[in-house]
Structure formats: structure tokens, C-alpha cells
């Protein structure tokens, strides 16, 4: 039962290159969320899934987009990198609205 | 909009000394708060989850308080280690939706 995984773990991009952040659970879950980390921002959520097929804005989208492939994963795809994108992302994952939020090991990206 | 804070900012403390660490909240409406841990370089390990019908959870030398009539949690650590060290995030689940939102953290250091 590996949990929440995500790949890559580093990943340096030029401005304006794409690149897709992958995110997969094991644990069966309904929810999926991918957030980023900033100094003096703290945990900012981007986009989450409450189920599979759906997808909703969280506080930060602009310049993103997700897909929930199917029930075990979850993608976020940055179309043209910016500077202002470069960041720690998590991944993370609940079963209900109730129950604990389990999170990735992070990825961190630097767009130069 | 809810707002969470952690006060303070930053604790060191001496080997054996109890940690107390505060949350606060603006929206009463809530599912459930949950605590967690942040390793320098890592992801979020979840500590303990509170339902909004619980006043506590325990688990082993932590203890998290909830008072969701005055919008507050305190975490409790029973004789800290130098292990402790780390950084504690509080999240709260609002009634409204599916999304944790986060308070800024607080960095603690036990020294031996």
C-alpha cells in the first residue's frame, strides 16, 4: 500500500515549457486535491476532484489545468511555465468529506 | 471566507518540555480540524483528525483540543523530543465544501 505518489520529485522547466505532474493513490478514495506550497503563503489549494469525473477550481487556478483520469489518478498539467509557477506541489487524497486528507510526497518545481 | 491562524509563528523549547501549539479559526461551520506534521524537504503526515461533534482525540503523547463555539484547537505535545522538531499545520473542513483550508504553520524546535 504505497499511499499517494507523485512524479517527478524535481523537475526545472523554461518559461513558456509545458510539463503534466502526475499524482496516483491506492487507498480507493473519492476525493483528490493538488495544492502548492509557497514561503510565506503557506498551502494554497489549485484544483480538486470530489469524485471521478468531476473537477473543480480551489483558490489558485489560473495557469493550470487538471484531469482526473480515472478513480486512482489525478494529473495537473502547467500548459506554459512561468517564473510565478515555481513551487512545491502536493498531491493528496480523502475518502469523504469526514475522514483524513492523506498527502504525496511532493513535487518541486523550478521554472527559470 | 474562512481564515486559519497559528499562533506563534515559531517555539523553540528544551528536551522534556510540553508543546502547546494553537489554532484558530474564523468560521465556526465546520466538519472536522485536522492536525499535521511537516519534515524539512517532505510532505504532510497526518497527526489526528477532530469531528466537530468531538472535544478531543488522543493519540499516544499528543492531544488535540477543539472549541468550535470560540474557533479554536490546541495541539498538545506530552515531553517533547528533539524528533518533534518539525513544523504543525492545522486544516479545517468547512461545511459548505469539499476543501481544507490551512493555517500558516508553526515551526518548532526542541533542543536538546
Known amino acids: 500500500n504505497a499511499g499517494v505518489t507523485q512524479t517527478p520529485k524535481f523537475q526545472v522547466l523554461k518559461t513558456g515549457q509545458s510539463m503534466t505532474l502526475q499524482c496516483a493513490q491506492d487507498m480507493n478514495h473519492n476525493s483528490m486535491y493538488w495544492y502548492r506550497q509557497d514561503p510565506g503563503m503557506g498551502l494554497r489549494l489549485i484544483y480538486y476532484?470530489?469524485?471521478?469525473?468531476?473537477?473543480d477550481k480551489g483558490e489558485v487556478p489560473n495557469g493550470y489545468n487538471v484531469s482526473r483520469l480515472n478513480k486512482r489518478e489525478f494529473s495537473l498539467r502547467l500548459e506554459s511555465a512561468a517564473p510565478s509557477q515555481t513551487s512545491v506541489y502536493f498531491c493528496?487524497?480523502?475518502?469523504?468529506?469526514?475522514?483524513?486528507?492523506?498527502f504525496g510526497p511532493g513535487t518541486r518545481l523550478l521554472v527559470l | 471566507k474562512q481564515e486559519v491562524t497559528q499562533i506563534p509563528a515559531a517555539l523553540s523549547v528544551p528536551e522534556g518540555e510540553n508543546l502547546v501549539l494553537n489554532c484558530s479559526f474564523t468560521?465556526?461551520?465546520?466538519?472536522?480540524l485536522q492536525w499535521f506534521r511537516q519534515d524539512p524537504g517532505k510532505g504532510l503526515t497526518s497527526l489526528l483528525l477532530?469531528?466537530?461533534?468531538?472535544r478531543e482525540q488522543t493519540s499516544g503523547r499528543l492531544n488535540a483540543s477543539l472549541d468550535k463555539s470560540s474557533g479554536r484547537s490546541t495541539l498538545y505535545i506530552a515531553a517533547s523530543q528533539p524528533g518533534d522538531s518539525a513544523t504543525y499545520l492545522c486544516a479545517v473542513i468547512g461545511t459548505a465544501g469539499n476543501k481544507l483550508t490551512f493555517g500558516g504553520g508553526t515551526r518548532v524546535l526542541v533542543k536538546p
Open positions: 468560521d465556526s461551520a465546520i466538519y472536522n
Open positions: 476532484s470530489a469524485s471521478e469525473g468531476t473537477t
Open positions: 477532530i469531528q466537530s461533534s468531538q
Open positions: 493528496a487524497s480523502r475518502s469523504g468529506s469526514r475522514e483524513t486528507q492523506y
